[in-house]
C-alpha cells in the first residue's frame, strides 16, 4: 500500500512540476477569499485517485477538491489526499508546496506519503515500522529548551479567522523560541518536524487532508502530536501542535490556553490578554485618538495619560471597513 501511494505521489508530482515551468499560464480559481485552486490541483487529485483505485477499486476516497465523490462509500480503508498543499506558493513560484496522502484504516492513520516535487524528497511512514525521507531513518530533533527551537507555524488567512488570538499566541511563542518560520504547507511543515529541520510545529484551521499524512510521520519519527491542549484525537479539532515529547509538552503549556477546548477559566485569561493589549496600543504614543473607544470597551488605565486630561473621542469614516486587528 506505501508503494503505491509513493506511485501515485510521483504521478502528482509529474504534473505539479510540468506546470511549475510556466506557472503563469496555469488557470486559478478562488473558492473563498485568499483560498485557492488550480487545475493542476485538479490534475495532481485525479491522477492520485485514478492510482490508488486501480490498485484498490474497493477503498473510499477524503480528497480536498473532490471530497468523497469517488471511491466506496462505506470502506474502512479511506485515502485522505492533498493534492497540491501550498497552492499559494505554488501560483506565485514560490517553491515550497507539496503532495500529502495517508491511508486511515478504522479511522487510524496506517501508511503516509509526503512529497516534495522540488527537491525529490519522499517522506514515508508504515505504521509501526518508523518514518523515513528517501532511504533514511528520520528522528525528530533530540532538543529539549524551547528557547533553544525553530518552531514552524502558518498564519490566519481566511475572513473570520480569529487574527488577534493568532498574535498574541505567535508573541508569546516567538518571545519563548530560537525563532519561527511560516512555509506555507502543513504537511511539509509536519514532515520537517519528523526529519527534525525543525523541532516544532503549530496552526489553527487546519483540516485532515493538511495533517493526516505528517501526523503519522511525526509519531513515527519520535514525536507527539495533538491539538493545542493536548488531546492526540485532534484530526478534526481544527487545530495542531507537534514536536518531540519534551517541546511539545512546552507548546501545549503555551498554547493551551488558546485552544477553543480550552477551559472557561483559561478562556477568559486570553480576552483579558487582548483587552490588556487594546488599551496599551490605544494608549501608546501617537494613538490618543483611539484611546476613547478602546475606553468604553475595558476599565483598565494607564499611567501614561495624565490626571484631568481628557482623550478626544474618534469619528470613523463613513464606509471604511473596521481594521482586522
Not at 475606553?295 to 473596521?322: F, H, I, M, N, W
Request: charged share 20%; net charge negative; proline share 5%.
Amino acid at each position: 500500500m506505501l508503494n503505491v501511494a509513493i506511485k501515485a505521489a510521483r504521478a502528482a508530482g509529474a504534473i505539479i512540476n510540468r506546470a511549475a515551468l510556466d506557472v503563469e499560464s496555469v488557470r486559478v480559481s478562488v473558492k473563498q477569499t485568499n483560498d485557492f485552486v488550480t487545475e493542476i490541483d485538479q490534475a495532481a487529485e485525479a491522477a492520485i485517485i485514478e492510482t490508488l483505485l486501480t490498485a484498490y477499486p474497493g477503498h473510499g476516497i477524503l480528497a480536498e477538491e473532490s471530497g468523497s465523490e469517488h471511491g466506496a462509500k462505506d470502506s474502512e480503508f479511506v485515502w485522505i489526499i492533498d493534492p497540491l498543499d501550498g497552492t499559494t506558493n505554488f501560483i506565485h513560484g514560490f517553491p515550497v508546496y507539496c503532495v500529502s496522502i495517508a491511508l486511515s484504516v478504522k479511522g487510524k492513520i496506517e501508511q503516509a506519503v509526503v512529497y516534495d516535487p522540488t527537491r525529490n524528497d519522499i517522506f514515508c511512514a508504515t505504521k509501526g515500522r518508523g518514518a523515513y525521507q528517501n532511504d533514511r531513518r528520520i528522528r525528530v530533533a533530540k532538543r529539549t529548551r524551547l528557547q533553544e527551537c525553530l518552531i514552524s507555524t502558518g498564519f490566519p488567512y481566511r475572513p473570520g479567522d480569529k487574527l488577534k488570538t493568532y498574535l498574541n499566541m505567535l508573541g508569546e511563542v516567538m518571545s519563548q523560541t530560537a525563532g519561527v518560520r511560516r512555509p506555507g504547507a502543513a504537511a511539509l511543515d509536519l514532515a520537517y518536524v519528523a526529519a527534525g529541520y525543525s523541532d516544532g510545529f503549530f496552526e489553527a484551521n487546519l483540516k485532515p487532508w493538511d495533517v493526516a499524512a505528517g501526523s503519522l510521520l511525526v509519531t513515527e519519527a519520535g514525536g507527539l502530536i495533538g491539538n493545542f491542549t493536548g488531546e492526540a484525537d485532534f484530526m478534526d479539532h481544527g487545530e495542531c501542535v507537534a514536536g518531540n515529547p519534551r517541546i511539545y509538552g512546552q507548546l501545549v503549556t503555551t498554547l493551551g490556553k488558546y485552544s477553543k477546548f480550552a477551559g472557561a477559566g483559561d478562556k477568559a485569561s486570553v480576552r483579558q490578554a487582548s483587552q490588556v493589549a487594546d488599551a496599551e496600543d490605544a494608549l501608546a504614543p501617537g494613538n490618543e485618538e483611539a484611546a476613547a473607544p478602546v475606553a468604553e470597551k475595558t476599565t483598565l488605565t494607564s499611567k501614561r495619560v495624565k490626571a484631568g486630561t481628557t482623550q478626544p473621542a474618534a469619528t470613523p469614516a463613513p464606509g471604511l471597513p473596521d481594521a482586522p486587528f
